[in-house]
């Protein structure tokens, strides 16, 4: 049995929720599939949040790790496919730290790349009719931050990435893009599903 540690966020910025977190605990609520499925809602704050990910996955040791946050303003399902080395807070985190030009892990590489089967996953979720893309860019706030720190904390031969949600139907603010919420639910249970496979990945990078 693989161990699958899910995780979301917290609210931030003065939201009441974070779309993200419902979903993982929607996702963990009828949870039916064949993996150990360990779930936590991770701090909006930059120390906080890398410590409390280093703690679970010490403590579960997972084969796979899937944290997933808030895009605001996407109408997709964003598949992450680089975290990399640096803090430029446009604003405070929760814990009022606003870092500008900073590292992730002083000392670390420039970036870190995904190593969930993202263009798998892609051909998933558009199979099953949700609007869903790769990303370059995981941005430099909390989200990239953990996703760097989870691809470098895991096991070598462990999988861990990141997964940028829109807004849900029920969290998102007057006139912003959104998703329906059993969309976004249905978008992480098959990440969940799928994150193991190991079809070969297609070619589907850009040419410019």
Same mark, same amino acid.
Request: aromatic share 4%; charged share 20%; glycine share 8%.
């Given at each position: 049995? #693989? ?9 931030? %910025? ?17 949870? %039916? ?18 410590? /409390?990910? +280093? ?12 944290? @997933? ?11 992450? /496919? ?5 803090? %430029? ?19 670390? =590489? ?15 979720? @558009?199979? %099953?009719?949700? =609007? ?26 462990? +999988? ?28 992480? /249970? ?9 079809? #070969? ?8």
């Amino acid at each position: 049995m #693989a161990v699958v540690l899910l995780t979301g966020f917290e609210p931030f %910025d003065g939201a009441d929720r974070n779309p993200s977190a419902d979903a993982v605990t929607a996702v963990a609520a009828d949870y %039916d599939g064949p993996h150990e499925l360990v779930v936590a809602t991770l701090p909006v704050a930059f120390e906080a949040s890398a410590h /409390r990910l +280093r703690t679970l996955i010490a403590e579960h040791s997972p084969d796979v790790v899937i944290a @997933t946050g808030l895009a605001g303003g996407s109408t997709r399902v964003a598949i992450e /496919r680089i975290g990399v080395n640096l803090i %430029d807070a446009r604003i405070a985190d929760n814990d009022g730290d606003q870092p500008v030009d900073a590292p992730s892990e002083a000392g670390g =590489p420039a970036a870190r790349f995904s190593t969930l089967p993202v263009k798998r996953l892609l051909q998933v979720l @558009t199979a %099953d009719g949700l =609007p869903a893309q790769l990303s370059l860019s995981a941005g430099t706030y909390v989200c990239n931050h953990v996703m760097y720190t989870a691809v470098g904390a895991v096991r070598k031969d462990a +999988r861990a990435g990141f997964v940028h949600l829109p807004w849900s139907t029920t969290t998102a603010p007057p006139g912003a893009s959104h998703l329906a919420d059993e969309q976004l639910g249905r978008a992480v /249970r098959l990440i969940v599903d799928h994150a193991l496979d190991t079809e #070969a990945e297609e070619s589907g990078g850009t040419i410019w």
